[in-house]
């Protein structure tokens, strides 16, 4: 019983094409994130919702939309892939914005422009 | 602009010593620091974490130490075992940006029977 999961875990796809991943977890977290891991292998956040609210927001090209339909889901859908957008994604939950509550990882979306 | 750095892309040691893995910050908001370890082809798992009104942190084999006026910390490992060999992450974040946390590059730690 996987507490975040994500799906696909391999993702090859072409230039240009739109792609989607999802994201679900089971803990009963209110507030969920998404990841990019890039080629020089730094996590860095993309996104945040807290009770299906936008949270954070980094600089990310509006190609990216999040998308929450409830809380325990975080979907990401990229549109116009580019080249540069080969990276490993992970989405991560935590139970509120506390310091005290450590964010739970997925196991990564591997994604491969071509 | 690396907030979190962590100069030491790797390190060997031998089962049974101290793995020593330190990170360096440069934003002096931080105030809660965190260490992940990820495997391959797995997601980062949470290990330890500190508050930085604390200089240390103990949890079993792992223990954190933080020095703010040096903004540093690290993360020590005794006994090290096989099963430590992993990459290890440090990451930072500050009350005001909410649980978003800052990473840094990664320490990968190979612990040899």
């Known amino acids: 019983d996987t507490a975040v999961s994500q799906t696909p875990k391999y993702l090859v796809t072409q230039m240009g094409n739109d792609k989607s991943i999802k994201c679900e977890q089971n803990?009963?977290?209110?507030?969920m994130y998404w990841y990019k891991q890039d080629s020089k292998k730094f996590l860095k956040i993309m996104f945040s919702y807290n009770n299906k609210e936008l949270i954070i927001n980094e600089t990310v090209p509006n190609r990216f939309s999040p998308k929450s339909p409830d809380k325990a889901h975080l979907n990401l859908h990229i549109n116009s892939l580019e080249l540069g957008d080969s990276a490993v994604y992970f989405c991560?939950?935590?139970?509120?914005?506390?310091?005290?509550?450590?964010?739970?990882f997925g196991d990564g979306t591997r994604l491969s422009i071509l | 602009d690396q907030q979190v750095k962590q100069n030491s892309p790797s390190l060997s040691v031998q089962e049974g010593r101290i793995s020593i893995l330190n990170c360096d910050y440069t934003n002096s908001m931080f105030d809660y620091f965190l260490w992940y370890k990820k495997y391959p082809a797995e997601g980062p798992t949470f290990l330890i974490s500190i508050s930085s009104i604390k200089d240390k942190n103990e949890d079993g084999r792992f223990t954190v130490f933080l020095n703010k006026s040096a903004k540093h910390l690290s993360l020590h490992i005794v006994p090290s075992q096989p099963g430590d060999s992993a990459v290890y992450f440090c990451?930072?974040?500050?009350?005001?940006?909410?649980?978003?946390?800052?990473f840094g590059g990664g320490t990968r730690v190979l612990v040899k029977p």
């Open positions: 803990l009963g977290h209110d507030t």
């Open positions: 991560a939950s935590s139970q509120g914005t506390g310091e005290a509550q450590p964010q739970h």
């Open positions: 990451a930072a974040k500050y009350g005001a940006a909410g649980n978003k946390l800052t």
